[in-house]
């Protein structure tokens, strides 16, 4: 998971081992200890500044976290006898550039996230896992297109592409899900006519963190196993590449149910956080609007955890199926490079959303400052252009 | 709940698609660029 989330840097080595997944995983801590201390909270909803109190304490908590990870990678290279030289500095060196390297890309990203459209964390996210895309695509058609079924030798590739093709179609259409709530606005009332609306509840609020945390939660036990050096056997419940394996029932009995209990869990409390009634009733009312056909206040509350409760479970289940398919497609057919694929897909998928509703808005808005500049100063005017851009990103 | 057509589907599956092969498109042809300048 660790790999995933630094796109393959950490397998190959690289400079940046830890990529960008030191201020995922604060960012993600910061976002859960908002629930519990008011402080955090109070930042999360105070706009701007707010943002930037919580920026910061991200990098602090981003560069503790990558002392740390660091610290027990250090410890397991040690142990995997990947140093050449015993000198005690070796490890300091390898260390300090790991933490340094993670810290200058956190830098970026809130650099990113400040001055061009999209977020940072999204864009190295995403480059990172479609780097290593065609590559193990290649390998997986190049297994299967050496096997047959049925006798017939086109037949595996062909059902491979047909299944890739529509789990894409079925990431986007839950991504794309949501059940629209007919509105009325009482303020907007001209004559005997009634200005109405809808209030779109989304069926996945937050896709990518759920299986995030439940991949982290299945590795930690690895990882602390390359740590510490020892082999303990039922350990490998918590290896996906052990499951079902026939001679071996021990990993996959107890390891696939527990890693679908943990992504149900994780989305369905994860989005409680995200989607609350009590909030979204109270929007409701500063707005004017009221649900047709339910009275508003207490009985808006009632009618909308029905429907948000009914929503997560069901997200909960779509993200289950997608992150368990290709993990029983890789056991089934031994294919290795297939096991990884739901976790990038809903990942990949969910960040290219965001990154184009984020052009979309920013082309809208650009458009819409310049015929503003236009009307202002009566000629086109680059300077005028720029400055109300400016302004407009402030 | 809000019906997405088919079409409507394979257009946003289609869409998606693009831009991320023009990413991986662009991530792999920098890595292999950089790879043959021997800077990486």
Not at chain 1, 143 to 149: D, F, I, K, P, R
Not at chain 1, 179 to 200: C, R
């Amino acid at each position: 998971m660790l790999n995933i989330l630094t796109g393959g840097n950490l397998s190959r080595m690289s400079v940046a081992a830890l990529g960008v997944s030191p201020f995922i995983s604060a960012s993600i801590a910061l976002q859960i200890f908002g629930a519990v201390i008011p402080r955090l909270q109070a930042a999360q909803k105070d706009g701007f500044a707010g943002r930037k109190l919580l920026q910061r304490l991200s990098f602090i908590v981003s560069i503790l976290i990558s002392i740390g990870t660091t610290v027990g990678l250090v410890r397991s290279y040690q142990n995997l006898g990947l140093f050449t030289s015993d000198a005690w500095y070796v490890p300091l060196i390898v260390g300090g550039i790991m933490v340094c390297t993670s810290a200058v890309l956190a830098l970026v990203t809130i650099v990113i996230d400040e001055r061009f459209f999209g977020r940072g964390v999204s864009v190295f996210l995403l480059a990172g896992i479609l780097s290593s895309v065609p590559g193990s695509l290649y390998q997986t058609f190049k297994t299967v297109s050496a096997s047959a079924l049925f006798g017939v030798t086109w037949l595996p590739t062909v059902l491979l592409i047909c299944g890739l093709i529509a789990l894409w179609l079925f990431v986007c259409w839950i991504l794309h899900c949501e059940q629209e709530l007919p509105l009325a606005y009482s303020k907007k009332a001209v004559g005997d006519t009634v200005e109405g609306g809808v209030l779109p509840l989304q069926l996945l609020v937050n896709s990518i963190m759920p299986v995030v945390f439940a991949s982290m939660c299945l590795s930690l036990p690895s990882v602390l196993r390359l740590i510490v050096g020892t082999d303990v056997a039922w350990l490998r419940v918590f290896d996906t590449s052990a499951w079902f394996k026939v001679d071996d029932l021990m990993p996959s009995l107890v390891g696939i149910p527990l890693y679908i209990c943990l992504i149900f869990l994780f989305s369905k409390y994860s989005q409680a956080f995200l989607m609350n009634e009590v909030e979204i009733s109270e929007a409701l009312r500063r707005a004017g609007a009221v649900i047709v056909g339910v009275v508003p206040g207490h009985d808006t509350e009632v009618f909308l955890q029905k429907h948000i409760k009914r929503l997560r479970f069901w997200g909960a289940v779509c993200l289950c199926v997608i992150s368990f398919v290709p993990i029983l497609a890789s056991g089934l057919f031994g294919l290795s490079s297939l096991g990884i694929l739901g976790t990038s897909l809903i990942l990949v998928v969910s960040i290219i959303r965001d990154l184009y509703y984020d052009f979309r808005v920013e082309v809208r808005s650009g458009r819409y400052v310049r015929l503003i500049s236009r009307m202002v100063s009566g000629k086109k005017s680059n300077d005028s252009v720029a400055l109300l851009w400016e302004g407009f990103r402030v | 709940m809000k019906k997405l057509s088919f079409l409507a589907l394979l257009k946003i599956g289609a869409l998606y698609f693009g831009i991320a092969a023009l990413v991986a498109g662009f991530v792999c042809g920098l890595d292999f660029a950089l790879k043959w300048m021997w800077l990486i």
